[in-house]
Protein backbone atom coordinates (compact mmCIF):
# COMPACT_ATOMS: atom_id res chain seq x y z
CA UNK A 1 0.00 0.00 0.00
CA UNK A 2 2.61 2.51 1.22
CA UNK A 3 4.71 1.07 -1.67
CA UNK A 4 1.96 2.10 -4.20
CA UNK A 5 1.65 5.60 -2.86
CA UNK A 6 5.55 6.15 -2.69
CA UNK A 7 5.23 4.41 -6.82
CA UNK A 8 2.55 7.44 -7.87
CA UNK A 9 4.38 10.11 -5.86
CA UNK A 10 7.61 9.40 -7.70
CA UNK A 11 6.33 9.02 -10.75
CA UNK A 12 4.25 12.50 -10.75
CA UNK A 13 7.47 14.49 -9.36
CA UNK A 14 9.30 13.24 -12.22
CA UNK A 15 6.84 14.11 -15.04
CA UNK A 16 6.36 17.24 -13.47
CA UNK A 17 10.38 17.99 -12.95
CA UNK A 18 10.75 16.85 -16.61
CA UNK A 19 7.78 19.37 -17.54
CA UNK A 20 9.56 21.94 -15.37
CA UNK A 21 12.54 21.73 -16.66
CA UNK A 22 10.80 22.14 -20.36
CA UNK A 23 8.86 25.27 -19.45
CA UNK A 24 12.32 26.46 -18.22
CA UNK A 25 14.28 25.84 -21.14
CA UNK A 26 11.66 27.56 -23.70
CA UNK A 27 11.19 30.54 -21.17
CA UNK A 28 14.89 31.46 -21.13
CA UNK A 29 14.66 31.61 -24.66
CA UNK A 30 11.43 33.26 -25.13
CA UNK A 31 12.03 35.68 -21.84
CA UNK A 32 14.05 38.54 -23.42
CA UNK A 33 12.15 38.74 -27.02
CA UNK A 34 9.24 38.67 -24.71
CA UNK A 35 10.53 41.73 -22.58
CA UNK A 36 11.87 43.46 -25.96
CA UNK A 37 8.19 43.30 -27.27
CA UNK A 38 6.59 44.95 -24.85
CA UNK A 39 8.84 47.48 -24.70
CA UNK A 40 8.69 48.10 -28.22
CA UNK A 41 4.66 47.91 -28.44
CA UNK A 42 4.76 50.53 -25.41
CA UNK A 43 7.42 53.00 -27.34
CA UNK A 44 4.89 52.99 -30.61
CA UNK A 45 2.12 54.11 -28.34
CA UNK A 46 4.28 56.41 -26.59
CA UNK A 47 5.26 57.85 -30.01
CA UNK A 48 2.08 58.53 -31.51
CA UNK A 49 1.23 60.58 -28.29
CA UNK A 50 4.50 62.93 -28.99
CA UNK A 51 6.08 62.19 -32.26
CA UNK A 52 9.12 64.36 -31.62
CA UNK A 53 10.37 62.80 -28.92
CA UNK A 54 13.39 60.72 -29.51
CA UNK A 55 14.00 59.12 -26.22
CA UNK A 56 11.07 57.92 -23.60
CA UNK A 57 12.76 57.40 -19.61
CA UNK A 58 10.03 55.55 -16.87
CA UNK A 59 8.58 58.00 -14.43
CA UNK A 60 8.22 56.47 -11.04
CA UNK A 61 4.60 57.42 -9.48
CA UNK A 62 4.58 56.81 -6.08
CA UNK A 63 2.13 59.90 -4.64
CA UNK A 64 -1.47 58.66 -6.48
CA UNK A 65 -3.89 58.01 -4.17
CA UNK A 66 -6.56 57.28 -6.88
CA UNK A 67 -4.73 53.72 -7.82
CA UNK A 68 -5.40 54.42 -11.23
CA UNK A 69 -1.96 55.52 -12.98
CA UNK A 70 -0.15 52.18 -13.80
CA UNK A 71 2.86 53.56 -15.30
CA UNK A 72 4.24 56.95 -16.35
CA UNK A 73 6.94 57.91 -18.90
CA UNK A 74 8.78 61.48 -19.40
CA UNK A 75 9.57 62.25 -22.95
CA UNK A 76 13.00 64.07 -23.05
CA UNK A 77 11.83 68.09 -23.38
CA UNK A 78 8.31 67.32 -24.31
CA UNK A 79 6.21 66.66 -21.49
CA UNK A 80 4.96 63.14 -19.82
CA UNK A 81 2.74 60.34 -20.68
CA UNK A 82 0.27 58.19 -17.75
CA UNK A 83 -0.49 55.15 -18.60
CA UNK A 84 -4.05 54.63 -16.89
CA UNK A 85 -6.50 52.14 -16.26
CA UNK A 86 -9.89 52.51 -15.54
CA UNK A 87 -13.22 50.03 -14.61
CA UNK A 88 -15.66 50.69 -17.50
CA UNK A 89 -18.59 49.97 -18.27
CA UNK A 90 -18.14 46.08 -19.31
CA UNK A 91 -14.16 45.62 -18.48
CA UNK A 92 -11.48 48.10 -17.40
CA UNK A 93 -9.82 50.33 -20.00
CA UNK A 94 -6.29 50.70 -20.45
CA UNK A 95 -5.37 54.29 -22.27
CA UNK A 96 -2.31 56.58 -22.67
CA UNK A 97 -2.89 60.56 -21.70
CA UNK A 98 -0.05 62.57 -22.34
CA UNK A 99 0.65 65.94 -21.16
CA UNK A 100 3.44 69.09 -22.61
CA UNK A 101 5.36 70.38 -20.26
CA UNK A 102 3.19 73.49 -19.92
CA UNK A 103 0.54 71.25 -19.29
CA UNK A 104 -1.57 71.06 -22.18
CA UNK A 105 -3.06 68.13 -22.88
CA UNK A 106 -1.49 66.50 -26.43
CA UNK A 107 -2.77 63.14 -26.83
CA UNK A 108 -4.58 60.51 -25.82
CA UNK A 109 -4.66 57.05 -27.08
CA UNK A 110 -7.21 54.37 -26.19
CA UNK A 111 -5.07 51.13 -25.74
CA UNK A 112 -7.58 48.31 -24.69
CA UNK A 113 -11.58 49.12 -24.59
CA UNK A 114 -14.11 46.03 -24.28
CA UNK A 115 -17.32 48.28 -23.74
CA UNK A 116 -20.65 47.76 -25.78
CA UNK A 117 -19.91 48.50 -29.62
CA UNK A 118 -20.97 51.61 -30.68
CA UNK A 119 -21.51 53.15 -27.10
CA UNK A 120 -19.09 53.04 -24.83
CA UNK A 121 -16.60 52.70 -28.17
CA UNK A 122 -17.49 56.10 -28.44
CA UNK A 123 -14.68 57.43 -26.51
CA UNK A 124 -11.83 56.32 -29.12
CA UNK A 125 -13.38 58.52 -31.63
CA UNK A 126 -12.80 62.30 -32.51
CA UNK A 127 -16.03 62.46 -30.72
CA UNK A 128 -14.41 62.58 -27.64
CA UNK A 129 -10.60 62.81 -28.14
CA UNK A 130 -11.06 65.82 -29.82
CA UNK A 131 -13.03 67.32 -26.66
CA UNK A 132 -9.56 66.40 -24.67
CA UNK A 133 -6.54 66.99 -26.69
CA UNK A 134 -6.17 70.62 -26.45
CA UNK A 135 -7.66 71.89 -23.47
CA UNK A 136 -5.26 72.46 -20.43
CA UNK A 137 -4.92 70.32 -16.88
CA UNK A 138 -7.00 72.58 -15.08
CA UNK A 139 -10.01 72.43 -17.29
CA UNK A 140 -13.01 70.11 -17.19
CA UNK A 141 -13.87 67.70 -19.38
CA UNK A 142 -17.19 66.97 -20.36
CA UNK A 143 -18.71 63.27 -20.46
CA UNK A 144 -20.20 61.95 -23.45
CA UNK A 145 -23.91 61.97 -23.42
CA UNK A 146 -25.31 58.62 -23.79
CA UNK A 147 -22.02 56.82 -22.84
CA UNK A 148 -22.04 58.42 -19.36
CA UNK A 149 -20.29 55.27 -17.69
CA UNK A 150 -17.74 54.76 -20.25
CA UNK A 151 -16.91 58.63 -20.94
CA UNK A 152 -16.64 59.00 -17.14
CA UNK A 153 -14.34 56.67 -15.96
CA UNK A 154 -12.27 57.68 -18.58
CA UNK A 155 -12.61 61.50 -17.32
CA UNK A 156 -11.56 60.18 -13.89
CA UNK A 157 -8.33 58.29 -14.75
CA UNK A 158 -7.32 61.82 -16.70
CA UNK A 159 -8.06 63.53 -13.82
CA UNK A 160 -5.94 61.35 -11.50
CA UNK A 161 -3.02 61.66 -14.03
CA UNK A 162 -3.61 65.46 -13.80
CA UNK A 163 -3.59 65.66 -10.21
CA UNK A 164 0.29 63.73 -10.62
CA UNK A 165 1.28 65.71 -13.18
CA UNK A 166 -0.02 69.11 -11.93
CA UNK A 167 1.23 68.35 -7.99
CA UNK A 168 4.67 67.51 -9.80
CA UNK A 169 4.70 70.52 -12.12
CA UNK A 170 3.46 73.21 -9.62
CA UNK A 171 0.31 73.93 -11.63
CA UNK A 172 -2.55 74.95 -9.60
CA UNK A 173 -6.09 75.06 -10.16
CA UNK A 174 -7.51 71.56 -9.74
CA UNK A 175 -7.91 69.59 -12.34
CA UNK A 176 -11.39 70.84 -13.86
CA UNK A 177 -13.56 67.87 -12.40
CA UNK A 178 -15.90 66.04 -14.53
CA UNK A 179 -18.26 68.16 -16.84
CA UNK A 180 -21.52 67.06 -17.84
CA UNK A 181 -21.99 67.54 -21.53
CA UNK A 182 -24.52 70.33 -23.03
CA UNK A 183 -27.65 70.00 -23.31
CA UNK A 184 -28.65 68.84 -27.21
CA UNK A 185 -31.22 70.45 -28.63
CA UNK A 186 -33.76 68.22 -31.53
CA UNK A 187 -36.60 70.23 -33.38
CA UNK A 188 -38.38 73.50 -32.71
CA UNK A 189 -42.01 73.07 -31.61
CA UNK A 190 -44.65 75.67 -31.76
CA UNK A 191 -46.23 76.45 -28.46
CA UNK A 192 -49.94 76.49 -30.28
CA UNK A 193 -49.06 73.23 -32.48
CA UNK A 194 -49.97 70.81 -29.71
CA UNK A 195 -53.23 70.25 -27.70
CA UNK A 196 -53.94 72.11 -24.78
CA UNK A 197 -53.58 70.55 -21.11
CA UNK A 198 -55.48 71.46 -18.35
CA UNK A 199 -54.85 74.22 -16.06
CA UNK A 200 -55.19 72.91 -12.08
CA UNK A 201 -55.52 76.20 -10.22
CA UNK A 202 -54.14 79.49 -10.76
CA UNK A 203 -53.76 82.93 -8.83
CA UNK A 204 -53.27 86.93 -9.03
CA UNK A 205 -50.56 88.93 -7.87
CA UNK A 206 -50.75 92.04 -9.45
CA UNK A 207 -50.04 91.61 -13.39
CA UNK A 208 -48.83 88.15 -12.97
CA UNK A 209 -50.79 85.18 -13.13
CA UNK A 210 -49.05 82.26 -11.96
CA UNK A 211 -50.63 78.59 -13.05
CA UNK A 212 -50.54 75.83 -12.15
CA UNK A 213 -50.99 73.57 -15.64
CA UNK A 214 -50.24 69.98 -16.79
CA UNK A 215 -49.72 68.57 -19.82
CA UNK A 216 -49.54 64.91 -21.05
CA UNK A 217 -45.66 63.13 -21.36
CA UNK A 218 -44.21 60.19 -22.83
CA UNK A 219 -46.27 57.69 -20.12
CA UNK A 220 -49.23 59.16 -20.84
CA UNK A 221 -49.65 59.25 -24.55
CA UNK A 222 -47.86 55.78 -23.99
CA UNK A 223 -50.38 54.45 -22.35
CA UNK A 224 -48.50 53.19 -19.06
CA UNK A 225 -50.56 52.11 -16.34
CA UNK A 226 -51.17 54.49 -13.90
CA UNK A 227 -49.29 57.67 -15.70
CA UNK A 228 -49.79 60.92 -15.14
CA UNK A 229 -49.66 64.34 -17.08
CA UNK A 230 -46.33 66.16 -16.17
CA UNK A 231 -47.17 69.47 -14.07
CA UNK A 232 -45.67 73.17 -14.15
CA UNK A 233 -45.81 76.08 -12.92
CA UNK A 234 -46.57 79.02 -15.34
CA UNK A 235 -46.20 82.79 -14.42
CA UNK A 236 -47.25 85.05 -17.35
CA UNK A 237 -47.86 88.36 -17.30
CA UNK A 238 -51.15 89.69 -18.43
CA UNK A 239 -50.15 93.03 -19.38
CA UNK A 240 -47.03 92.64 -21.78
CA UNK A 241 -48.26 89.54 -22.50
CA UNK A 242 -45.28 87.52 -21.97
CA UNK A 243 -43.89 84.34 -20.17
CA UNK A 244 -42.27 84.96 -16.79
CA UNK A 245 -41.36 81.86 -16.22
CA UNK A 246 -41.81 78.44 -16.33
CA UNK A 247 -40.48 75.34 -13.86
CA UNK A 248 -41.38 71.90 -12.94
CA UNK A 249 -44.18 70.58 -10.15
CA UNK A 250 -43.98 67.56 -10.62
CA UNK A 251 -42.41 64.99 -12.85
CA UNK A 252 -44.16 62.14 -14.06
CA UNK A 253 -42.07 60.53 -16.95
CA UNK A 254 -39.31 58.44 -17.19
CA UNK A 255 -36.70 58.89 -14.56
CA UNK A 256 -33.47 59.73 -15.62
CA UNK A 257 -35.05 61.13 -19.50
CA UNK A 258 -38.09 63.13 -18.87
CA UNK A 259 -35.63 64.90 -16.11
CA UNK A 260 -33.01 66.19 -18.80
CA UNK A 261 -35.26 68.84 -19.88
CA UNK A 262 -34.95 70.27 -16.32
CA UNK A 263 -32.08 72.15 -17.15
CA UNK A 264 -31.65 76.35 -17.18
CA UNK A 265 -30.64 76.49 -20.86
CA UNK A 266 -34.35 74.63 -21.70
CA UNK A 267 -35.94 77.13 -18.98
CA UNK A 268 -34.57 79.88 -20.42
CA UNK A 269 -36.27 79.78 -24.24
CA UNK A 270 -39.69 80.13 -22.21
CA UNK A 271 -38.95 83.55 -20.85
CA UNK A 272 -39.96 86.55 -22.45
CA UNK A 273 -41.98 83.93 -24.91
CA UNK A 274 -45.15 86.32 -26.97
CA UNK A 275 -48.60 84.24 -25.75
CA UNK A 276 -49.82 86.61 -28.74
CA UNK A 277 -47.23 85.45 -31.48
CA UNK A 278 -49.07 82.28 -32.91
CA UNK A 279 -45.02 81.48 -34.48
CA UNK A 280 -43.42 81.52 -30.99
CA UNK A 281 -41.70 77.91 -30.74
CA UNK A 282 -39.31 76.48 -28.19
CA UNK A 283 -36.61 73.53 -29.18
CA UNK A 284 -37.16 70.27 -27.83
CA UNK A 285 -34.54 68.41 -25.91
CA UNK A 286 -32.63 65.92 -27.81
CA UNK A 287 -34.03 62.40 -26.21
CA UNK A 288 -36.75 63.83 -24.24
CA UNK A 289 -39.24 65.09 -26.97
CA UNK A 290 -42.22 64.25 -25.53
CA UNK A 291 -41.25 65.72 -22.26
CA UNK A 292 -40.50 68.72 -24.18
CA UNK A 293 -43.76 68.94 -25.64
CA UNK A 294 -45.94 68.48 -22.57
CA UNK A 295 -44.60 71.80 -21.26
CA UNK A 296 -45.73 73.06 -24.54
CA UNK A 297 -48.89 71.62 -24.23
CA UNK A 298 -49.68 73.15 -19.81
CA UNK A 299 -48.24 76.43 -21.71
CA UNK A 300 -51.28 76.79 -24.01
CA UNK A 301 -53.86 75.34 -21.60
CA UNK A 302 -52.39 78.31 -19.32
CA UNK A 303 -52.33 80.86 -22.31
CA UNK A 304 -55.98 80.31 -23.31
CA UNK A 305 -57.15 80.12 -19.77
CA UNK B 1 -7.14 -0.27 -37.67
CA UNK B 2 -7.21 1.04 -40.88
CA UNK B 3 -4.79 4.19 -40.94
CA UNK B 4 -6.35 6.52 -43.55
CA UNK B 5 -9.60 5.96 -41.92
CA UNK B 6 -8.16 6.86 -38.80
CA UNK B 7 -7.02 10.31 -40.32
CA UNK B 8 -9.93 11.05 -41.79
CA UNK B 9 -12.36 10.26 -39.12
CA UNK B 10 -11.92 13.82 -37.80
CA UNK B 11 -12.87 15.26 -40.62
CA UNK B 12 -16.82 14.40 -40.73
CA UNK B 13 -17.93 11.58 -38.96
CA UNK B 14 -15.92 12.69 -35.85
CA UNK B 15 -15.05 16.13 -36.29
CA UNK B 16 -14.60 17.15 -33.00
CA UNK B 17 -16.16 20.43 -33.65
CA UNK B 18 -19.56 19.54 -34.86
CA UNK B 19 -19.72 15.91 -34.47
CA UNK B 20 -18.70 15.44 -30.87
CA UNK B 21 -19.40 19.06 -29.86
CA UNK B 22 -15.74 18.73 -28.02
CA UNK B 23 -13.54 22.65 -27.44
CA UNK B 24 -16.67 24.71 -28.24
CA UNK B 25 -15.30 27.45 -25.79
CA UNK B 26 -12.81 28.42 -27.57
CA UNK B 27 -14.44 28.08 -31.14
CA UNK B 28 -17.43 29.98 -30.62
CA UNK B 29 -15.19 33.05 -29.10
CA UNK B 30 -12.26 33.05 -31.48
CA UNK B 31 -13.70 32.70 -34.39
CA UNK B 32 -14.01 36.84 -35.42
CA UNK B 33 -11.22 36.36 -38.08
CA UNK B 34 -9.34 33.96 -40.63
CA UNK B 35 -5.77 34.98 -38.64
CA UNK B 36 -7.36 33.60 -35.22
CA UNK B 37 -8.75 30.58 -36.61
CA UNK B 38 -5.35 29.69 -38.20
CA UNK B 39 -3.90 31.12 -35.43
CA UNK B 40 -5.99 28.74 -32.57
CA UNK B 41 -5.79 25.85 -34.87
CA UNK B 42 -1.70 25.28 -35.78
CA UNK B 43 -1.55 25.51 -31.90
CA UNK B 44 -4.35 22.84 -31.23
CA UNK B 45 -2.70 20.69 -33.74
CA UNK B 46 0.53 20.99 -32.22
CA UNK B 47 -0.50 20.71 -28.48
CA UNK B 48 -2.71 17.85 -30.06
CA UNK B 49 -0.16 15.99 -31.88
CA UNK B 50 2.44 15.95 -29.19
CA UNK B 51 0.86 15.24 -26.11
CA UNK B 52 -0.88 12.25 -28.01
CA UNK B 53 2.83 11.45 -29.12
CA UNK B 54 3.92 11.70 -25.63
CA UNK B 55 0.81 10.14 -23.73
CA UNK B 56 1.00 6.95 -26.04
CA UNK B 57 4.92 6.66 -25.53
CA UNK B 58 4.32 6.55 -21.75
CA UNK B 59 0.62 4.61 -21.86
CA UNK B 60 2.73 1.43 -20.58
CA UNK B 61 4.21 3.51 -17.52
CA UNK B 62 1.87 5.64 -16.60
CA UNK B 63 -0.18 4.03 -13.73
CA UNK B 64 -3.79 3.69 -14.22
CA UNK B 65 -5.21 5.62 -11.36
CA UNK B 66 -2.80 8.75 -11.70
CA UNK B 67 -3.17 8.97 -15.13
CA UNK B 68 -5.52 12.13 -15.15
CA UNK B 69 -3.49 14.36 -13.47
CA UNK B 70 -0.11 12.80 -15.28
CA UNK B 71 -1.88 13.62 -18.49
CA UNK B 72 -3.14 17.41 -17.48
CA UNK B 73 0.84 18.03 -16.16
CA UNK B 74 1.89 16.98 -20.15
CA UNK B 75 -0.50 19.18 -21.61
CA UNK B 76 -0.22 22.29 -19.68
CA UNK B 77 3.54 22.17 -20.02
CA UNK B 78 2.81 21.85 -24.01
CA UNK B 79 -0.07 24.66 -23.97
CA UNK B 80 2.66 26.64 -21.92
CA UNK B 81 5.26 25.99 -24.56
CA UNK B 82 3.24 26.93 -26.59
CA UNK B 83 1.92 30.34 -25.62
CA UNK B 84 5.39 31.26 -24.64
CA UNK B 85 6.06 30.90 -28.26
CA UNK B 86 3.43 32.88 -29.68
CA UNK B 87 4.36 35.43 -27.38
CA UNK B 88 7.35 36.06 -28.41
CA UNK B 89 6.95 35.17 -31.95
CA UNK B 90 3.82 36.48 -32.92
CA UNK B 91 2.37 38.98 -30.41
CA UNK B 92 -0.72 40.42 -32.74
CA UNK B 93 -1.76 36.59 -32.40
CA UNK B 94 -1.08 36.71 -28.68
CA UNK B 95 -3.08 39.56 -28.05
CA UNK B 96 -5.84 38.45 -30.03
CA UNK B 97 -6.55 34.91 -28.94
CA UNK B 98 -5.84 36.50 -25.36
CA UNK B 99 -7.03 34.42 -22.58
CA UNK B 100 -7.79 31.07 -25.26
CA UNK B 101 -4.29 30.21 -25.46
CA UNK B 102 -3.85 29.11 -21.91
CA UNK B 103 -7.53 27.73 -22.39
CA UNK B 104 -6.57 25.44 -24.57
CA UNK B 105 -5.56 22.97 -21.34
CA UNK B 106 -8.81 22.20 -20.62
CA UNK B 107 -10.14 22.28 -24.48
CA UNK B 108 -11.55 18.30 -24.03
CA UNK B 109 -10.59 17.62 -27.41
CA UNK B 110 -6.72 17.86 -26.38
CA UNK B 111 -7.53 15.41 -22.87
CA UNK B 112 -10.71 13.50 -24.80
CA UNK B 113 -8.30 12.00 -27.34
CA UNK B 114 -5.71 11.84 -24.73
CA UNK B 115 -8.15 9.19 -23.19
CA UNK B 116 -10.34 7.62 -25.80
CA UNK B 117 -6.59 6.94 -28.05
CA UNK B 118 -3.66 7.83 -27.09
CA UNK B 119 -3.89 5.76 -23.92
CA UNK B 120 -4.89 2.51 -26.11
CA UNK B 121 -2.85 3.02 -28.92
CA UNK B 122 0.46 3.08 -30.40
CA UNK B 123 2.90 6.43 -30.75
CA UNK B 124 2.53 6.66 -34.43
CA UNK B 125 -1.45 5.92 -34.44
CA UNK B 126 -1.73 8.37 -32.09
CA UNK B 127 0.30 10.97 -34.12
CA UNK B 128 -2.14 10.70 -37.14
CA UNK B 129 -5.38 10.67 -34.68
CA UNK B 130 -3.62 14.22 -33.39
CA UNK B 131 -2.97 15.89 -36.79
CA UNK B 132 -6.80 14.51 -38.17
CA UNK B 133 -8.39 15.58 -34.78
CA UNK B 134 -6.40 18.91 -34.72
CA UNK B 135 -7.48 19.24 -38.50
CA UNK B 136 -10.52 18.72 -38.11
CA UNK B 137 -11.15 21.08 -35.76
CA UNK B 138 -8.60 24.07 -38.07
CA UNK B 139 -10.99 23.46 -40.66
CA UNK B 140 -14.12 24.14 -38.49
CA UNK B 141 -13.06 26.89 -36.74
CA UNK B 142 -12.03 28.11 -40.13
CA UNK B 143 -15.28 27.68 -41.61
CA UNK B 144 -16.90 29.80 -38.74
CA UNK B 145 -14.32 32.23 -39.04
CA UNK B 146 -14.35 33.20 -42.81
CA UNK B 147 -18.44 33.11 -42.76
CA UNK B 148 -18.63 35.34 -39.30
CA UNK B 149 -15.55 37.56 -40.89
CA UNK B 150 -17.02 38.20 -44.43
CA UNK B 151 -20.57 38.63 -42.66
CA UNK B 152 -20.11 41.03 -40.35
CA UNK B 153 -17.08 42.86 -42.01
CA UNK B 154 -17.26 41.85 -45.75
CA UNK B 155 -13.68 41.18 -46.09
CA UNK B 156 -11.91 37.96 -45.82
CA UNK B 157 -8.28 38.70 -44.92
CA UNK B 158 -4.91 36.96 -43.99
CA UNK B 159 -1.39 38.49 -42.66
CA UNK B 160 1.57 36.44 -42.15
CA UNK B 161 1.20 36.45 -38.14
CA UNK B 162 4.93 36.47 -38.08
CA UNK B 163 5.53 39.86 -40.19
CA UNK B 164 2.09 41.36 -39.65
CA UNK B 165 2.52 41.84 -43.37
CA UNK B 166 -0.97 41.59 -45.31
CA UNK B 167 -0.85 38.21 -47.81
CA UNK B 168 -4.30 38.63 -48.77
CA UNK B 169 -7.37 40.88 -48.84
CA UNK B 170 -11.00 40.51 -50.39
CA UNK B 171 -13.96 42.43 -50.26
CA UNK B 172 -17.11 40.17 -50.89
CA UNK B 173 -19.60 41.89 -49.01
CA UNK B 174 -20.24 46.25 -49.96
CA UNK B 175 -19.68 48.14 -46.74
CA UNK B 176 -23.23 48.95 -46.87
CA UNK B 177 -24.61 45.26 -46.50
CA UNK B 178 -22.28 43.92 -43.37
CA UNK B 179 -24.45 42.49 -40.62
CA UNK B 180 -22.01 43.98 -37.98
CA UNK B 181 -23.63 41.36 -35.41
CA UNK B 182 -22.07 38.51 -36.74
CA UNK B 183 -18.76 39.75 -34.70
CA UNK B 184 -20.78 39.29 -31.36
CA UNK B 185 -21.38 35.79 -29.65
CA UNK B 186 -24.73 35.59 -31.22
CA UNK B 187 -23.47 35.12 -34.90
CA UNK B 188 -21.10 32.49 -33.07
CA UNK B 189 -24.31 31.10 -31.86
CA UNK B 190 -26.40 31.26 -35.47
CA UNK B 191 -23.35 30.39 -37.23
CA UNK B 192 -22.15 27.31 -35.37
CA UNK B 193 -25.93 26.12 -35.19
CA UNK B 194 -26.47 25.72 -38.99
CA UNK B 195 -23.19 24.16 -39.82
CA UNK B 196 -23.82 21.80 -37.10
CA UNK B 197 -27.24 21.03 -38.43
CA UNK B 198 -25.88 20.53 -42.10
CA UNK B 199 -23.09 18.00 -40.66
CA UNK B 200 -25.71 16.03 -38.73
CA UNK B 201 -27.64 15.84 -41.92
CA UNK B 202 -24.41 14.21 -43.57
CA UNK B 203 -23.75 11.80 -40.49
CA UNK B 204 -27.06 10.25 -40.30
CA UNK B 205 -28.48 10.41 -43.80
CA UNK B 206 -29.95 6.88 -44.78
CA UNK B 207 -27.21 5.93 -46.98
CA UNK B 208 -28.09 4.50 -50.26
CA UNK B 209 -30.26 1.81 -50.68
CA UNK B 210 -28.56 -0.80 -52.62
CA UNK B 211 -30.59 -2.57 -55.40
CA UNK B 212 -32.04 -6.26 -53.68
CA UNK B 213 -30.78 -8.83 -55.91
CA UNK B 214 -32.99 -12.26 -56.57
Same mark, same amino acid.
Given at each position: MVKKALHFALFLAIISTLAGGALAFVNGITAPIIAENAIAAEKANLQIIFPTATSFAPLEVKDDESGLIKAAYTAQGVGIAYKVEVLGYAAPIKFLIGFA =? =????VGLSILELKDTQGIGTRVNSPEFIDGVVGKTTSDGIATLSGATVTSGAVVKGINAAKVHFNALKGIEGGTGGVVTPPLQFGASVGIFSKNAGTVVSKSVDGDVVTFIADGNGYRVLEGYDGAKANVFEIKINTVTKKVVSVKFVEMNDTAGIGDKIDAEEFWAQFIGLDITNQDSSIDVVSGATFTSESVVRALRAAIED | MNRLDNFKAGFIRENPVFALYLGLCSVLAISTTLNNAVGMGAAVIAVLTLSNVIIAAMRKITPDEIRIPVYIVVIATLVKIAELLIQAYATDLYVALGVFIPLIVVNCIILGRAEAFASKNTILDSAIDGIGMGLGYTVGLILISVIRQVLSSGIVNFSNPFTQQMIFEVRLIPQNFVIAMFSQPTGAFLTFAVIAAGVEYLRTRPAKKTKEVK
Open positions: =D =DGKI | -
